[in-house]
């Protein structure tokens, strides 16, 4: 090989090199490009689907202002306001999901702050049921007495309970704002049966209620028992839970609402706390299963 034929050789290394160089930094331009373009679309989807979340909040506080001012004295799953549950709804892009259900299905862990012996025994009442020790009831009602109004149970299971034990007392126990009862209409078959200290009444109240989709005073009557302490038939809290889905985009939220009579005669129904995404508490209603 001649000097020459080998300065040509290294050239034309060299402008492969720059070549090779020069298409690396394009295809990275471009891989950033698309990350970029991926970015953006993902927030404008993520936007998208967040708008559609609140508006679902805002369909449940009309209808549950519709229902305080239309049925004032009654809350059961029949009414308008609980219809409002869809399951993979489709939408542009996409498909929505809603839950809505009645908070006050439950023991409200707030009322022990009132220092009231029923509410107490109550709550001891179903501690012992979900299997607590005494020093474990002891112990949440001082840190809810203390430290309250809690705004949900998490805090307690860092206090020893067993997992399946906790998952137990969700089921029976919530924490809500400002003073509740706990709703007959919403509350289930166990926690009837804690009420009413029978499980008998307890099962033929919720057939009653199956058949003819809420309960009376007139079916406690029946049944030979009175409303137990702190139950009524309506209710004042409610759980919304949403989620849209558009694109790969998913946001859910939930929403705490509670519902007002003022001294006018007027309805006011605010959402007093909300959660996004990870942070949804497990009070909060499921969503629909079989959805992603």
Do not use: C
């Not at 259900?101 to 707030?110: C, K, P, S, T, V």
């Not at 029923?118 to 001082?142: H, M, P, Y």
């Not at 009557?221 to 790969?248: C, E, H, K, Y």
């Amino acid at each position: 090989m001649t000097r020459r034929q080998g300065e040509e050789g290294m050239i034309l290394v060299n402008v492969l090199m720059f070549v090779a160089i020069a298409a690396g930094l394009v295809l990275l331009m471009i891989n950033r490009e698309e990350l970029a373009l991926d970015r953006g679309l993902r927030t404008r989807e993520a936007a998208r689907a967040l708008a559609i979340v609140r508006g679902g909040e805002l369909s449940a506080l009309v209808a549950l202002r519709r229902d305080g001012e239309q049925s004032p004295e009654v809350d059961h799953l029949g009414e308008p306001w609980a219809r409002l549950s869809e399951s993979g709804a489709p939408i542009e892009g996409g498909r929505f999901d809603l839950a809505i259900a009645d908070a006050e299905g439950r023991f409200n862990i707030n009322s022990v702050r009132t220092g009231a012996v029923a509410s107490t025994i109550l709550f001891q009442t179903i501690g012992n049921e979900v299997g607590l020790t005494a020093d474990q009831i002891v112990a949440a009602v001082e840190y809810v007495r203390l430290r309250g109004p809690v705004t949900d149970l998490r805090p307690l299971r860092m206090a020893g309970m067993e997992p399946k034990i906790a998952d137990r007392l969700e089921r029976l126990v919530t924490a809500l704002p400002g003073t509740t009862t706990l709703n007959l209409n919403a509350a289930d078959q166990e926690m009837l049966a804690l009420l009413f200290r029978d499980p008998v009444v307890a099962q033929r109240l919720v057939a009653i209620r199956d058949r003819q989709g809420f309960l009376t005073a007139k079916d406690l009557t029946d049944q030979n028992v009175s409303l137990p302490w702190g139950t009524s038939f309506r209710s004042n809290t409610f759980w919304v839970r949403t989620r849209a889905t558009i694109g790969g985009t998913s946001q859910q939220a939930a929403t705490l609402i509670q519902r007002r009579h003022m001294p006018d005669g007027a309805v006011e129904v605010v959402p007093v706390e909300r959660w996004r995404n990870a942070a949804v508490p497990p009070g909060a209603p499921a969503l629909p299963a079989g959805k992603s």
